[in-house]
T-cell receptor, first 115, second 111 residues
Framework: EPEVTQTPSHQVTQMGQEVILRCVPI?????FYWYRQILGQKVEFLVS????????KSEIFDDQFSVERPDGSNFTLKIRSTKLEDSAMYFC?????????????FGQGTRLTVV | RKEVEQDPGPFNVPEGATVAFNCTYS??????FFWYRQDCRKEPKLLMS???SGNEDGRFTAQLNRASQYISLLIRDSKLSDSATYLC????????????FGTGTRLKVLA
């Protein structure tokens, strides 16, 4: 069964450092998303991406965040200067189309720990 | 008011019990609804979609009440393997279709 894969599974970084979280969406999917989940809290939308540009972003997704699809397979989330409060599980998701009844498939997540 | 609200639980039930979760949403423009399951420190996985007419998948039944803006999930004959957090997800269109997650309801099925 096709799946969304994320690397690394766990990343520890020092405050102020840049991190890049990587995702390989399902190959025929066109819409890509990043969500995050702070430990013990709900899953929160960060950004959606289609046709090589951001479709929508939340207020969490400030200037410290950026996304990129550098080639035909990878979808990355970059945090330029990490803060302690960026520590969370980051989930990448993809869907074949953007419609109300389309399932988004989630990757297994990258646990980011900022120390 | 939160856009999607769930009782966080935990719900501790014995094996074989029937358990029901509710979820309320505040935005009447919400388009679609799902229940996802999340195991500890894992990704959310789709459990079932929720339709106005109600739908059933084995031991699981989902219902939607648009007038009262709530969604329910009923689990019959609960198994130990049903222990997880159940996430209510509301799809809202605001340029793109966005998943809005509830905080989740934690279920623990006891032997």
């Amino acid at each position: 069964e096709p799946e969304v894969t994320q690397t690394p599974s766990h990343q520890v970084t020092q405050m102020g450092q840049e991190v890049i979280l990587r995702c390989v969406p399902i190959s025929n999917h066109l819409y890509f998303y990043w969500y995050r989940q702070i430990l013990g809290q709900k899953v929160e939308f960060l950004v959606s991406f289609y046709n090589n540009e951001i479709s929508e972003k939340s207020e969490i997704f400030d200037d410290q965040f950026s996304v990129e699809r550098p080639d035909g397979s990878n979808f990355t989330l970059k945090i330029r200067s990490t803060k302690l409060e960026d520590s969370a599980m980051y989930f990448c998701a993809s869907s074949v189309r953007d419609s109300e009844d389309t399932e988004a498939f989630f990757g297994q997540g990258t646990r980011l720990t900022v120390v | 008011r939160k856009e999607v609200e769930q009782d966080p639980g935990p719900f501790n039930v014995p094996e074989g019990a029937t358990v029901a979760f509710n979820c309320t949403y505040s935005n009447s423009a919400s388009q679609s609804f799902f229940w996802y399951r999340q195991d500890c420190r894992k990704e959310p996985k789709l459990l079932m979609s929720v339709y106005s007419s109600g739908n059933e998948d084995g031991r699981f039944t989902a219902q939607l009440n648009r007038a009262s803006q709530y969604i329910s999930l009923l689990i019959r004959d609960s198994k130990l393997s049903d222990s997880a957090t159940y996430l209510c997800v509301v799809i809202r269109f605001s340029g793109t279709y966005k998943y809005i997650f509830g905080t989740g309801t934690r279920l623990k099925v006891l032997a």
